[in-house]
């Protein structure tokens, strides 16, 4: 019994120096910042391409004995310091740059790759060397395609530039640069000190400018406050004036009322007055109506009663009187027309003195040219009047015998026989 025990206690001794020896040189564990590469079996990627080794990151593996072989790829941060120094820009300008940058190896596929075949079992001082001069040589083709006012004026554009011009070449190194930071830029011409002096007069021409604008925006500001102190003085003026004016307006609508209450109390005086002076002009419109009556009205009656009868009996006497002439010359007439004949001789006979009288009278003084002489002694009546009538004629131009014969003629021829009372001369009664 106590061999048996002792074989067993052998054995499993043995078994764990046997598991000891495989967990501490067969089981690998992957801190975060490296990666396991277990070269020896074979593997293909994913772009079909076949490699010597697989690789474990983030965890844990076996290590095949015999076939496989362990390696480890520290991924952690290398700072490297880059000084380049008589890098020409663009323009022939020598430049001295120093910057720090942040290296990396690449942790991710297909980077990681062309770190394991080109980084692999390289030491860390010669990782950062072969980034050094990498960084370098793209630090030089970047100065070149830039003048030195862009390199110095925009530091954060130059890196960006660096950087892309890097990244390409360290990714086929199987490196990662995670920052870049462009730390001093030089030149032994003193061409940037020019620069900085031209920008340094800029700037104080600038600051100059700012300050010449700075005072006339604030004297515009002062005299843009003087304005609006002027306009608010104003204002306050204006409202001052306007309340003066509402108050004088307030104080005339009040004497208004009391002008208006005045002027109406001195109408209703003045009305109260009238009408009380109505009846006595109506008193005075009577008295004076009468007085017309008596002095005018009467009078004026009178005189037209007077003036109607003395019409009427001036009418009653032409009425009488043409009555009257109406008798004679019917009478006259009738006598005529008795008369036969010898009525025209008749009637020029009774009218012959007056009609002398009327005819001498009318007559001017006349020049007697022509005289005739008809001897009338021993004649008859009818002789004697024809004489008269001849004598007429040739002094006055008037033939009476043929005027009675026209006025005959015309009774005739009115009224066959009756001589017409209008062609009758106006006859007194005898």
């Not at 007085?291 to 001036?314: F, M, N, S, T, W």
């Not at 008859?380 to 043929?402: P, V, Y």
Request: aromatic letters at 4%.
């Amino acid at each position: 019994m106590i061999e048996a025990f002792a074989a067993l206690l052998a054995i499993l001794s043995l078994g764990t120096g046997a598991g000891v020896f495989v967990i501490k040189n067969l089981y690998y564990i992957c801190q975060p910042n490296e990666v396991l590469i277990f070269a020896g079996s074979s593997r293909r990627l994913a772009n079909d391409r076949k490699v010597g080794y697989r690789l474990v990151k983030g965890g844990s593996s076996v290590r095949l004995p015999l076939l496989e072989r362990a390696l480890r790829m520290d991924l952690s941060n290398m700072i490297i310091e880059l000084r380049v120094s008589n890098a020409y820009s663009k323009g022939g300008i020598p430049l001295t740059v120093e910057g720090v940058a942040n290296i990396k190896v690449a942790g991710e596929e297909p980077a990681i790759h062309n770190a394991i075949e080109r980084l692999l079992g390289k030491s860390r001082q010669q990782i950062e060397q072969m980034a050094k001069e990498t960084l370098e040589g793209n630090l030089r083709g970047v100065l070149a395609s830039l003048t030195p006012e862009q390199v110095n004026e925009d530091k954060i554009a130059f890196a960006k530039s660096l950087l892309d011009e890097a990244e390409d070449d360290l990714e086929k190194l199987g490196l990662v640069l995670d920052t870049l930071q462009i730390q001093n830029i030089s030149d032994d011409v003193r061409y940037l000190d020019s620069i900085g002096r031209k920008q340094q007069a800029d700037l104080l021409r600038d600051a100059r400018i700012a300050e010449a604008e700075a005072q006339a925006e604030s004297k515009i500001q002062t005299v843009e406050n003087d304005k609006v102190t002027a306009l608010s003085r104003l204002e306050r003026d204006m409202g001052i004036a306007q309340a003066e004016a509402e108050r004088r307006i307030k104080d005339t609508m009040t004497n208004r009322d009391a002008v208006v209450a005045e002027a109406l109390a001195e109408i209703a005086a003045d009305l109260a007055r009238f009408q009380a002076e109505v009846p006595v002009q109506k008193e005075r419109i009577k008295q004076v109506t009468q007085k017309l009556k008596a002095d005018v009205v009467a009078p004026a009656e009178a005189e037209c009663q007077r003036a109607i009868a003395q019409a009427q009996g001036d009418a009653a006497q032409i009425l009488e009187d043409g009555k009257a002439r109406a008798e004679g010359t019917l009478h006259l007439a009738k006598s005529w027309q008795a008369a036969g004949t010898n009525a025209r001789d008749i009637f020029l006979l009774q009218r012959l003195e007056t009609l002398l009288k009327t005819l001498t009278n009318a007559v001017p003084d006349v020049a007697v040219q022509n005289v005739t002489v008809i001897d009338a002694n021993g004649g008859t009546t009818a002789t004697k009047l024809a004489s008269f009538i001849e004598q007429l004629r040739q002094t006055t131009g008037i033939d009476l015998a043929e005027t009675v014969q026209t006025l005959t003629t015309k009774s005739n021829q009115s009224e066959p026989n009756t001589l017409a009372a209008s062609d009758l001369p106006d006859l007194p009664l005898s």
